[in-house]
Every structure is written in C-alpha cells, then in structure tokens.
C-alpha cells in the first residue's frame, strides 16, 4: 500500500487518574501484522512523526502515537506531571488496553529522544506488555540538560511551587536537525513543548536515577538506532549503558553516520522507517493474520 494514502485517525486514552491523552493512530494495511506504540521526545510531539506512522501502518503495523500529558495537543497542566512513576503507568496503561483488545496481536514499544527513556523503565516494569522494544536515538545519557543553577532553583520550586515554569534545555533548533525546513518548522511549531514545571523535569531527573539503577536483564528484543551526527545524545555512553542493561544476542545496533538527532528530518526519512519495519519483521516473526 502507497503509505501516502493513509492518513491518521485522531483517537484519546483515558488514564485511570481522568488524564484523556491525545492519540494519532495510524490504521494498519491488511493484514495487520501487530502494534507499534511510538513514544515522542520531551519537545516533540505526535505531529512530528507523520511519516514513520503511515509508513509502519502501509507496512501492516497498527500504530499509535500517544501525545504524553502536559505535550502537543495535551493542553491540560501543559507542561506538567504528577509524578515520574504517572508517566511510566500511563504508557503501560496504553499498552495493557491495546494487549486486551487483541491479545494475539504482538506490540513493540518504540521510543524517540527522551521517550526512550520511558520506554525502557515500562519495558522492565510490565515486561508481559511489551514484545519488541524500538530506541531511536534515545536520551538514555543527553548531552544537553539543565545547569547547576537551573537545577537548584528546580529543588527549591519542588518544596514551595511545583508548578513553576523553567525552560526546556532544546531551543536551538538545529540541535534537532541540520534541516533548514526543518529547522524553520521546529522554531514555529505551536505544540512544541518548550517550558516544564518543576515536577516534570525533577521526574526526568528521578527517571535518570532509577535508569542508573537498572541492572542487567532479560529483555525483549531490542534495537538501538543512533545518529552519528547528534548534538543531543552521547552516542558513546548510549551504547555503553543499552549493551550493558539488554546483554546478548536479542539487541541489534544501527547506526547511521550522516543522520542528525531527529531521524524523520533527516534527507531521506523513509530509510529509518525501512530499517525498523525489516527489524520488526524479522523480529516478530510475523506473516499475515
């Protein structure tokens, strides 16, 4: 199927705390050969990734991509989390919902940037959820982050007002991509999550402890994608901490010399799109259903 004649269907999740998540799910082609839960970045969004849903859904993927609470069209507490464990529970939700309603149907989680970050603790949180876990360029260990200044004023906010605004460590948009168009889309873009609150960057930052403290485990099986051009993630300590957390022969590492941070961006975004279709078959062992 042409992946051009897909177009998405607008869907949302109710967590079991009322949040109502906004979904782009993108219909898979029959036969559909399983699920693909996609989890953006901490500035993108769902619309970001247009491309890489209606090529998985062409490719015979049922696909979703969830907008995490406080991002892209979520506008309620924009910005905000309650805890780093509600984020984690709110994909795992997703997932279990979705696992319920087809429950021959085999999911991989996938994650972007800093979802990979989420996508890793769920994975070993609710392992029975996840069948295949896809980390594009994850933000297992940044490059970019918060100053030694931002970071106290965050720990003071957290005791008097955890809804205080302090800006996201992203605005160049060429940290993203080399990309003029690109570049200029990222800088417009509305739904860019540009600022969080206190709670939600102190999460990431309990995020980060409770990855550290991850040890090596059974695991589904796992590919790595990293951009050798990225100004975001150190390559280097990504492969270092993946190779050590999922040993063994069910991960695979691509790599892409020339690719920046956002892969979808890159000059031919298909060939990202082509690679984790190949890994998924190959992975899943899927034929038609």
Request: proline share 8%; glycine share 8%.
């Amino acid at each position: 199927m042409n992946p051009q004649s897909i177009s998405p269907v607008e869907r949302g999740w109710v967590t079991t705390d009322g949040y109502r998540l906004f979904v782009l799910h993108w219909p898979g082609a029959e036969p559909v050969r399983g699920r693909v839960v996609m989890l953006h970045g901490v500035q993108s969004h769902s619309g970001w990734y247009e491309n890489l849903g209606r090529t998985l859904a062409a490719a015979g993927y049922d696909t979703f991509f969830p907008d995490r609470r406080g991002s892209g069209r979520n506008t309620v507490d924009r910005g905000h989390t309650p805890s780093a464990g509600r984020l984690i529970l709110d994909v795992a939700e997703g997932l279990d919902a979705l696992k319920r309603q087809r429950p021959n149907w085999p999911i991989a989680l996938g994650a972007i940037s800093w979802g990979g970050k989420l996508a890793v603790l769920t994975a070993a949180k609710h392992p029975k959820l996840v069948d295949a876990l896809a980390l594009i360029c994850p933000g297992l260990h940044p490059r970019v982050g918060v100053t030694t200044g931002e970071r106290l004023r965050i720990a003071a906010a957290m005791l008097t007002h955890r809804h205080k605004r302090f800006p996201i460590p992203l605005s160049d948009p060429a940290l993203f991509t080399a990309n003029p168009d690109a570049q200029r889309f990222i800088a417009d873009d509305p739904l860019s999550l540009r600022q969080g609150t206190a709670m939600l960057l102190a999460s990431s930052f309990f995020i980060d402890q409770r990855l550290r403290r991850l040890p090596p485990q059974e695991h589904p099986p796992t590919l790595l994608m990293l951009a050798g051009q990225d100004r975001i993630v150190d390559n280097a300590r990504t492969l270092q901490y993946v190779t050590r957390t999922y040993p063994g022969s069910l991960l695979q590492v691509i790599e892409y010399p020339d690719g920046h941070h956002t892969l979808e961006f890159d000059a031919d975004p298909s060939r990202y799109a082509r690679d984790l279709i190949s890994w998924l078959n190959q992975t899943l062992n899927v034929g038609d259903r």
